[in-house]
Structure formats: C-alpha cells, structure tokens
C-alpha cells in the first residue's frame, strides 16, 4: 500500500513537473519545475532499489544540468520578455523544423533498424553491434556500468560532453558579442563616486 502512495505522490511531482517546464513563462521557472520532475524521477529510482540511478539522477541531472542550463539562462540574459513575432535570424525557424524532422527520421529509424544481428536486424545508429558487454560474477553494479558506459556506449557519453560544452562556449560568446559595447571597464583606482 505504501509504494502506491509513493508512486502516485512521485508521479504527481513528475507530471506537474513537466507541465511546468511546458507551460510556464518564465525560463527560470521553468528550469525549477525540471528539477522537480528529476527528484521525482529519482525517488521513482529508490522505490525500484535503483539507488546509483537516483543518485545520478540528482547529482547529474537535478545538480550538474540544470544549473548548467540555468547559467546558460541567466548569462544570455533570457529570462527578460522578448518579442516572439520578430525572427531575430532569417529562416531560422524552418531550419529547426527541418532539422528536427531529419533527427526524428534518424531516431525512428534507428529503432525500426537496430536489433539482433544474427535475426537479420541491422545495427543501430552507433554503429556498433548489439553484443553485451559480458559481466563478472560477484561483481559491483558500478564497474558493470562503467564497462558498457566505456565500451558500448562511449561515443554517446563522449558527444554529450562536447555539445554541453559547446553549447556553453555558445552562449559566452553570444553575450561578449552582444553587449560589448555597452561594457565600460575602468582603470583601477580611477571609479567615479
């Protein structure tokens, strides 16, 4: 009766979550209601006895991303009211759409494609093929997850990195350009009071 009780309180949490990161205004706002929906994706984890996945779920996600995020928010200066209506860069629109359209093909297609190799699936848009990573007997939960993060599934691990990165570089560069001119830096010892 009681895991019920955490479920539907996690599953609120989750979905008013979620709903808030669509729904609300505010960038900053919406980044809370992500973390909210992250601690309650993680206590979904503890109820499972998952504990290294809510751990990474609230250290990773709800701590590292987020603020993450939350940086790139508050540096880009986002969380003022801008005008929706004006494109600030021509066709940008139609080459997200365009964009996501070629990323949803790849990702259905990737799913329809991959699968066991010797039932005549192909292989999956890793390219590499669906061997498992065979585990030790006795062994910790930990190391079996850091022998397929660092095998199987290194170049994903190594593409977030570089587009977290990116993405940061991105946004400082995107406000020194901006604001520059408006930036006036005094001599030491010469400020004006």
């Known amino acids: ?13 989750i ?11 505010n960038p900053v706002h919406a980044a809370l209601s992500l973390i909210a929906t992250f601690f309650g994706v993680a206590v979904l984890f503890v109820q499972q006895e998952a504990h290294f996945l809510a751990l990474v779920q609230v250290v990773v996600y709800a701590g590292a991303i987020v603020v993450l995020f939350l940086f790139v928010i508050m540096l880009l200066g986002v969380d003022r009211a ?20 070629v990323l949803l093909a790849l990702v259905v297609g990737g799913l329809f494609l991959s699968g066991d190799p010797d039932r005549g699936g192909a ?9 498992v990573v065979p585990t030790v007997e006795g062994e910790q939960d ?7 993060l660092f095998t199987r599934h290194l170049l994903t691990f ?4 570089i587009l977290l990165t990116v993405a940061t570089v991105g946004a400082v560069v995107l406000v020194r350009a901006r604001g520059a001119e408006d930036l006036i830096l005094d001599e030491p010892g010469t400020a004006q009071h």
Do not use: K, N, W, Y
Not at 1 to 12: C, G, N
Not at 123 to 131: D, F
Not at 142 to 148: M, W
């Open 15 to 25: 979905i008013g979550g979620a709903i808030g990161v669509i729904a609300l205004p």
């Open 123 to 131: 292989v999956a848009l890793t390219g590499q093929s669906g061997q």
């Open 82 to 101: 801008q005008e929706l209506g004006v494109e600030p860069l021509a066709g940008q629109r139609a080459a997200g759409v365009a964009v996501g359209a």
């Open 142 to 148: 930990v190391i079996q997850l850091a022998r397929d």
């Open 1 to 13: 009766m009681i895991d019920v009780i955490v479920f539907a309180i996690s599953a609120l949490i």
């Open 158 to 161: 190594e593409a977030t990195g």
